[in-house]
């Protein structure tokens, strides 16, 4: 029977089909197929044969159609040509089946008609089949090419494969051929997300295309094919079905809906976010060589979950298919990829790669195109056959290179790290020839296995260097790194070790994580997790590990086993089925638990069979193979025993088991159960009792160790537990794989200056062995370190990082799961030093001179010389006859020590050939190639033989020195000197250039002028009076740089004069020699000379220095890589020398600074001088005019022999101390002196400062003055005058002056800082003087005094006009009743001060209309009546008599207009108030009189025109009558009489005046006592009548329009000037005189709304034209107060 393909059962997308409602009919199509198809097996006629071939007809071209229709076309025709076949009989004749098979071909076309409205793209083929069907056996034939024809058209739809790709059936004879088909990569998402298209439309057609797919398969698996030729060349097909078919697919649809459950129940544990992993390119896609104007295709597959997204790049830049319409072609199908490139170019060639990403990384893969351009005359056209061959030979992908140069510099060497950091290893490859158009292929290996990138590992190339970064270095980290560099098929390697030592553990004494935690053989429910151990324990035994478990996505880890184990693997059950788990182990000892090994990666808890089929993504979903049984459907069988059972693991902790599923199971899932009995005995218990295992092995835990076990087990499903298992054999309950046993003879051998080989056997019996940790300990010292922390497979291992010239001692043990063993015996000590070898084959073999029966040969150094000097050659030639080479002769019997050598007793006129051998302690090296066939000859030329032994010395990188022998032939004459020749390594021959113009005499020459970075070859040719000769061999190429660490000779010379070079070299072997030379020819036995080496360090030293020493002395460090150095000593540079030695031999007492004398503060003199140095026997002598002075009471001597300093200080100069001081010095063996001459002037003037520094200094015992009187000017453009003052306390006074008299000061000085202060505020021409100030107390006291007078004063001055200039405001517009004005405030101002206006660049001239004048700290510009000529610009300029500071101001446009508008209302608003009616004064406030008396009251009033005048009564008219009069005389005189008063005359009385400009009342109360007596009169103006504050109330008239707003004046007021403008524009205090200062404080003015102008209110008796003379201008320029 055949079982569904697996996809079916494990991927949701097609569960969700399946189930879909567009697909019910399909399904219940597929179910009545079988009923039709029963009873056409049972006819058994003819006419099914041609039925069946319209069937599959039908049904093939139904499924190259991807929709449901295709599939619904084919059911439904079958169901209907089943009913045709139904009503056949033995009679059926051939009309009668033609008749119903049209029938049938009808309704198959309705029904076609109906399925294809659902999916329209696909009805139009699906008619057209429909029609064919209509038109007969011949329309059927047409039909039927048509179908084909769709199925080629329509074939990409179902297959990645190319068109031409054909479908086949498969007959009987062919079952186990696999089909040429192949379908799309099916892979598993998320649970909410089925299928890989996007629409829920797409996943139907799917799903019905497999179904019919499968269908047709099905079919063919039992079809007998037969095929008839006929006329027309059409085949027609004939099939036969046998009752297994109806069998198989009967079976296989229960399945199918057994297996749909199935899955559903899968999927809903399976969690398939756990099972992403990266892409991965399963084809890649090749390189391509192709002529131009062809077109090119890369293919490749890639693999992963999520479906990866797929980007082509051309050399590293993305290809932008629509920035280059129809130049490529990007396809994607079904995980076939592809990028096609039509009419190549030559600028198409390139490297090409595709890069695959998901969430779980990114991955790519490069190909490379090479497109040929040919060169000659061809046809273009020509050059599209892929069949034309124009070169003879081939191209390689990479060009038309056959071989690439690869070479590595700046290579890694062995790296040392420690777990956590990061590490990086890099080389710079240089690749000739260089192809810029391609890229090498770059890999990097770890121990021989092909490292990928990921999270801890980082790989780049840069186009020149390779690196690798451990972002995260582990102890897994730790081997042999290896980087291939590929070109093409050639390829080279550079391999270096890498060591990675474990991190300090957070517990002191703890061990070292475990490493290379892997999981094995995982399954549904568990997994065995191994590991390695540690190479360190922490000192203690390791007791066992932990074995920690994290879920994916989470990060909650959880202990798997709750006592240590010991064994190095560890079953983990208890795992959730479909989850995903990562891994880490733990080790403990008794002092505490290491830190956690890194993580595993991430395993699947799945059915290794599901983890295959999830992971392996395979080209289609069945293989085309179909199986078919005879058995029945078998549902609800229960299961048979499990087979080969086993026990494939047994330790102390548990014992794991394996079996086989058993071969009848029936086709739902089954589980087991595991029994257990001790052996022996038939007690059988159940291992599992609560929960089932799923998976074929299980671990068995709780077994007591020591005891013998049988195991067996038990299957089941819902039909019950089947039959037990055959019992395994007993098992003891104990470790199967023992520990390892030590191994043996540890074989350490000399490698390096600092590692060394160690070597040994494997322990006997070993099994499983993991590798092997290796230790080294120094000889004596007790204490081992471990020299990999990764065990080392083999029985060999280089131990680097150890110290060179120590003595180590190495020990091994072997690792295995069981754990580790014993340390191997101690190794015999071995001292780390570099190994000898035998040195490489010398090359370059030339003739340096023939004769007649010998030559001389000559050849160059070996590059590899063994560790050790070369001892000598030994030289071999044979015969060459006819070209035929003899039999190899030597040449030399002993070595020689010179690098040419003649051989004798040749053959005249014979060709030889000849090779070299070098030798050293370590033996005869490999000889070198054969040279060229040289002739054996006397050789005439007249001019001499090469030079030979031609070298480079001192390279730097700018210069080298070259070294040569003189040729053995020297021509017919004496040579007379030589020239040397030099090129870049990479240059032609013609760019050979002479490097000196005249011949040289001697054999050596530094070359100057080099390129840094450059590569030079050399070359040297002698000379001789018959011309120059045949040039040398050239030198091996030279770069010109200064390697780092490089180091010089230098000169040096010693405390006793003596004279030497000293030469350092820290890249010694232990071989290595010092090697001295003299104009480079080797220093032997001179006695002028006398070298010490030691060490690393060699001293060449002059015993007496010469002009017959005069040269260049180099030396070099033999066994190294060239190093070198040299030092020229010309006559010059002996003369310094000479200098320097002759100061060493008798020196000097360096001094820093010679004797020198200062005036001290009490007027002390002292005479000092400094030594740079002095040592502790020195000693100073003081002379004074040749005389030497003592410590004592006039000189006070002292010398610090620390600093170096000398001093003498006299308390006093007298006549007597004027003449010449001396200080004598000496220390050991060295001496000096310092004189200092005091005489005349100098002398006098010394002897005044001394005075003068004695006097100061009593000064300052009392209070002083630091610094003298001064003056400054503050920010508010006042004068302060300060001093700074010092040694002052409580009692200390201060006192000012001016001009000798004392100035009063409010408060006492606190002398706050030590500065004194005295302020004087607006400075001005009065404060001119001279000014003093004395502290005194009872010490003493001092004076400072300042004149500020004259220039002093002028200074100061103009410094405070400066600041007063400054402070000035920005220029600023006010109107006002007479004009506008422009003003600016100052701090203050004083006279010196002078002001100027100017008005549009003219200097203003000042009339009655145009004045200025100053108001306070108001500077002004007054414009009277202003006009339009009066706009413009106007600068006010202040010159402080230094400076002219500048305000500028625009009165035009708006600003005029709206100042202008103002100066209008104000104006108008000045005359109202001027003229309108008010009274004066004279009315009383309260009058109090006795009834019976007589009441006169008067007062005068004003206004322009004659105020109306009317009495108000208790706020009601009042008029005249015969007791009251009221009179109104003389436009101003108002008077109020009542002749007898009674009490009705009580009460208040209001005088009102009145005109056009406004309104004002004055009130009066009368209050009458009701007393008996004679009546008096009692007049208002003349009375003492007490009063209080009379209350005016005024309104204009124009007041009265607003609303009637009061405004309030005083009742006497002598002055009001005009106001400037104040924050508030709608209140404008008035300028007071100091009279009315106080009234006026208590009542303010308010005018109609905005600036007002008052003037001074004249008295009754004054004429208004008087008071108008006087203006409010001359009033404010009175001094301010």
């Not at 490859?429 to 990928?452: A, M, S």
């Not at 099994?767 to 230790?775: D, S």
Request: proline share 5%.
């Amino acid at each position: 029977m055949m079982s569904l393909p697996f996809y079916q059962r494990h991927h949701e997308h097609y569960d969700r089909a399946y189930r879909h409602k567009a697909l019910s009919s399909t399904v219940s199509q597929y179910q009545k197929e079988t009923k039709s198809k029963s009873a056409v097996y049972a006819q058994g006629s003819a006419a099914y044969a041609r039925g069946s071939a319209a069937y599959r007809h039908s049904s093939a071209a139904a499924f190259s159609l991807d929709s449901s229709a295709a599939y619904s076309h084919g059911s439904s025709a079958y169901d209907l040509e089943s009913a045709a076949y139904s009503h056949g009989s033995t009679a059926y004749d051939r009309s009668a089946a033609q008749s119903k098979r049209s029938a049938a071909y009808s309704l198959d076309s309705e029904s076609l008609s109906t399925s294809s409205a659902a999916y329209s793209h696909a009805s139009e083929s699906i008619n057209k089949l429909a029609a064919a069907y209509r038109l007969g056996s011949e329309a059927y034939s047409f039909g039927q090419k048509n179908s084909n024809l769709m199925i080629e058209d329509q074939s990409y739809k179902m297959s990645p494969k190319a068109k031409r790709a054909k479908q086949s059936l498969i007959s009987e004879d062919k079952e186990n051929e696999a089909l040429d088909y192949s379908v799309p990569i099916f892979t598993g998402r998320q649970v909410n997300i089925s299928g890989i298209t996007d629409t829920e439309e797409e996943r139907i057609k799917e799903s019905a295309a497999y179904v019919a797919k499968r269908n047709l398969f099905a079919t063919g698996e039992g079809v007998s094919v037969s095929k008839v030729a006929k006329t027309t060349s059409e085949e027609e097909h004939h099939e036969k079905k046998s009752r297994k078919v109806a069998i198989r697919e009967s079976a296989e649809r229960v399945a199918m809906k057994k297996t749909l459950e199935e899955t559903q129940a899968f999927h809903r544990k399976l969690n398939q976010d756990k099972l992403l992993h990266a892409p991965e390119f399963i084809i890649e896609p090749r390189s391509h060589t192709i002529w131009e104007k062809e077109n090119v295709r890369f293919n490749c597959s890639v693999a992963g979950w999520p479906e990866p997204r797929v980007t082509w790049y051309k050399n590293n830049v993305p290809i932008d298919v629509q920035a280059h319409p129809g130049k490529y072609i990007i396809q994607s199908r079904y995980g076939l990829h592809s990028l096609e490139i039509t009419e190549c170019e030559f600028d198409d060639t390139a490297q090409y790669h595709a890069s695959a990403m998901n969430v779980k990384g990114e991955v790519s893969v490069y190909a490379s195109l090479v497109v040929k351009r040919y060169k000659g005359e061809i046809d273009a056209s020509l050059l599209h056959g892929r069949n034309l061959s124009l070169s003879p030979f081939a191209v390689t992908p990479h060009g038309y290179a056959s071989r690439f140069e690869i070479s590595f510099v700046d290579k890694f060497d062995v790296a040392f790290g420690r777990e956590g950091e990061t590490m990086s290893l890099g080389c710079t490859v240089v690749i000739n020839p260089d192809i810029k158009r391609f890229k090498p292929d770059i890999e990097w290996y770890r121990n021989g296995v092909l490292i990928t990138p990921s999270k801890w590992v980082q790989m780049q190339w840069s186009g020149e260097r390779a690196s690798l970064t451990l972002t995260h270095a582990n102890k897994e980290d730790e081997g042999l790194y290896t980087l291939r560099v590929a070109m093409g098929e050639y390829y080279e390697e550079y391999s270096g070790y890498v060591f990675v030592r474990d991190a300090d553990a957070e517990i002191p004494g703890a061990p070292g994580a475990p490493l290379d935690v892997q999981c094995l053989d995982a399954n549904k429910d568990y997994v065995i997790v191994s590991w390695k151990q540690p190479a360190v324990d922490g000192g203690n035994p390791i007791l066992g590990y932990f074995i920690d478990r994290c879920e994916v996505g989470t990060s909650h880890w959880t202990q798997c086993n709750e006592n240590p184990v010991k064994f190095a693997r560890f079953p983990v059950t208890g795992l959730i089925e479909g989850r995903s788990y990562i891994f880490r182990v733990r080790a403990v000892n008794k002092a505490g638990v290491s830190l956690p090994s890194r993580v595993s990666e991430p395993v699947a808890a799945l059915d290794p069979a599901d983890r295959a089929r999830l992971r392996s993504h395979p080209s289609a979903p069945w293989t085309g193979q179909i199986i078919v049984t005879e058995e029945e459907p078998a549902e609800g069988v229960v299961p048979g025993p499990p087979t080969d059972l086993q026990v494939i693991e047994a330790t102390k902790n548990y014992v794991v088991l394996s079996w086989k599923p058993p071969g009848q199971r029936g086709h739902e899932g089954i589980m087991y159960f595991v029994e257990k009995c001790v052996a022996g005995t038939e007690d059988w218990q159940r291992v599992n009792t609560e929960i089932p295992v799923k998976s074929p092995r299980f671990a068995v835990f709780d077994l007591s160790e020591g005891k013998s076990y049988c195991f067996r087990v038990r299957c089941c499903n819902s039909a019950g537990i089947g039959e037990p298992s055959e019992a395994t054999e007993a098992t003891v309950v104990d470790d199967k794989l023992d520990i390892p046993k030590a191994p043996g003879r540890i074989m350490p051998t000399r490698n390096t200056d600092t590692s060394v080989v160690v070597t040994w056997t494997e322990p006997p019996d070993a099994k499983e062995l993991v590798g092997y940790y290796i230790e080294s300990s120094v000889e004596g010292s007790g204490r081992w370190e471990p020299c990999n922390n990764n065990p080392v497979k083999g029985t060999r291992f280089v131990c680097h990082g150890l110290s060179t010239g120590e003595k180590y001692i190495f020990r091994v043990r072997a690792v295995n799961a069981a754990g580790l063993s014993e340390f191997s015996q101690e190794s015999e000590p071995i001292e780390v030093k570099a190994a000898i070898a035998a040195p490489s084959p010398p090359y370059d073999i030339v003739v340096l001179e023939s004769v007649r029966d010998s030559m001389v040969l000559g050849w160059k150094q070996p590059e590899a010389i063994g560790g050790t000097e070369i001892t000598g050659y030994y030289v071999n030639y044979r015969e060459v006859v006819d070209g035929v080479p003899g039999k190899w002769k030597e040449a030399n019997i002993k070595a020689v020590t010179e690098r040419a050598y003649r051989i004798q007793d040749l053959k005249e006129n014979m060709v030889y050939q000849f090779q070299v051998a070098a030798a050293n302690l370590a033996g005869v090296g490999a000889p070198s190639k054969p040279s060229k066939p040289f002739k054996c000859e006397e050789w005439t030329i007249a001019v001499p033989g090469p030079p030979h032994d031609v070298k480079c010395t001192e390279v730097r990188k700018d210069s080298l020195v070259l070294l040569w022998k003189e040729p053995v032939y020297s021509g017919r004459s004496p040579i007379v000197g030589y020239y040397v020749d030099m090129k870049e390594t990479e240059a032609k021959e013609e760019c050979w250039r002479s490097v000196n113009e005249k011949p040289l005499q001697k054999k050596f020459l530094k070359i100057d002028g080099l390129t840094q970075g450059v590569s030079y070859v050399f070359r040297v040719r002698a000379t001789n009076q018959a011309g120059v000769g045949k040039p040398s061999d050239v030198t091996d190429a030279v770069i010109a740089e200064t390697r780092p660490g490089t180091k010089e000779v230098v000169v040096d010379v010693d405390d006793n004069g003596v004279i030497s070079l000293n030469f350092e070299c820290d890249q010694m072997s232990p071989d290595s020699k010092f090697i001295w030379s003299k104009n480079y020819e080797p220093i032997e036995d001179d006695p002028r000379l006398n070298i010490d080496t030691k060490g690393g360090k060699s001293k060449l030293s002059f015993k007496n220095l010469g002009e017959d020493d005069l040269g260049i002395y180099s030396c070099i460090v033999t066994d190294t890589d060239g190093v070198s150095s040299s030092y020229t000593i010309d006559e010059e540079e002996m003369k310094r020398l000479l200098a320097l030695s002759h100061e060493r031999q008798f020196p000097t007492v360096p001094l820093i600074s010679e004797l020198a004398v200062e005036i001290l503060e009490k007027g002390e003199v002292r005479f000092w001088l400094q030594a740079e140095k002095l040592s502790g026997n020195a000693k100073a002598n003081f002379v004074f005019n040749d005389k030497e002075i003592f410590n004592g009471e006039k000189y006070k001597m002292k010398v610090d022999k620390n600093t170096g300093l000398i001093e003498m200080i006299m308390d006093k100069l007298e006549e007597k101390d004027e003449g010449t001081y001396t200080f004598q010095l000496q220390d050991g063996k060295a001496t000096n002196q310092s004189s200092l001459v005091l005489i005349g002037d100098v002398f006098k003037k010394l002897q005044d400062e001394a005075d003068f520094q004695r006097k100061e200094w009593h000064r300052k015992q009392g209070p002083h003055f630091v610094d003298k009187l001064g003056w400054e000017v503050t920010d508010e453009c006042n004068v302060m005058l300060k001093c700074k003052v010092a040694n002052i306390k409580k009692e200390t006074h201060i006192v000012w002056y001016k001009d000798d008299r004392e100035i009063m000061v409010d408060e006492e000085h606190d002398f706050k800082d030590g500065v004194c202060t005295l302020l004087i505020s607006e400075f001005s021409k009065k404060d001119a003087g001279t000014y003093e100030v004395i502290l005194k107390d009872d010490r003493g006291k001092d004076s400072s005094e300042l004149k500020l007078k004259d220039t002093a004063f002028a200074d100061l001055m103009n410094e405070v006009c400066r600041r007063i200039a400054l402070s000035a405001t920005d220029l600023k517009i006010q109107s006002t009743a007479e004009g506008i004005r422009l003003y600016s405030y100052v701090t203050y101002y004083v006279e010196d001060l002078r002001v100027g206006w100017v008005h549009n660049d003219t200097q203003i001239k000042f009339t009655d209309r145009m004045r200025t004048g100053v108001t306070g700290e108001q500077i002004w510009l007054q414009i009277n009546e202003p006009t339009p000529q009066d706009k413009g610009r106007y600068i006010m300029e202040l010159f402080d008599g230094n400076t002219t500071h500048k305000k500028t101001v625009d009165l035009s446009g708006q600003a005029f207009d709206e100042a202008f508008a103002e100066f209008q209302r104000l104006k108008q608003a000045a005359i109202a108030e001027k003229n309108r009616a008010r009274v004066l004064g004279g009315l009383p406030d309260v009058v109090t009189i006795q009834e019976g008396k007589a009441l006169n009251l008067s007062c005068t009033v004003w206004g322009d025109p004659t105020p109306e005048v009317s009495w108000l009564k208790n706020e009601k008219s009042f008029v005249s009558d015969a007791n009251c009069i009221l009179k109104f005389e003389s436009g101003k005189n108002v008077s109020f009489s009542i002749s007898t008063v009674s009490t009705q005359d009580s009460g208040k009385y209001s005088l009102v005046v009145k005109n056009k400009y406004g309104t004002e009342t004055s009130d009066v109360t009368v209050i009458v006592m009701p007393v008996s007596g004679q009546t008096d009169t009692v007049q208002g103006h003349n009375q003492n009548n007490k009063t209080v504050s009379k209350k005016k109330k005024a309104m204009t008239a124009s007041k009265q329009k607003e609303g009637g707003k009061k405004d309030f004046i005083k009742p006497h007021v002598e002055e009001i000037t005009a106001t400037e403008e104040t924050p508030d524009p709608n209140e404008v205090p008035p300028v007071e005189t100091e009279k009315d200062k106080k009234s006026n404080q208590q009542a303010a003015k308010k005018t109609a709304g905005k600036t007002g102008v008052a003037e001074k209110v004249p008295q009754p008796t004054e004429s208004l034209d008087r008071q108008g003379k006087k203006t409010p201008e001359k009033a404010a320029l009175g001094k301010p107060h």
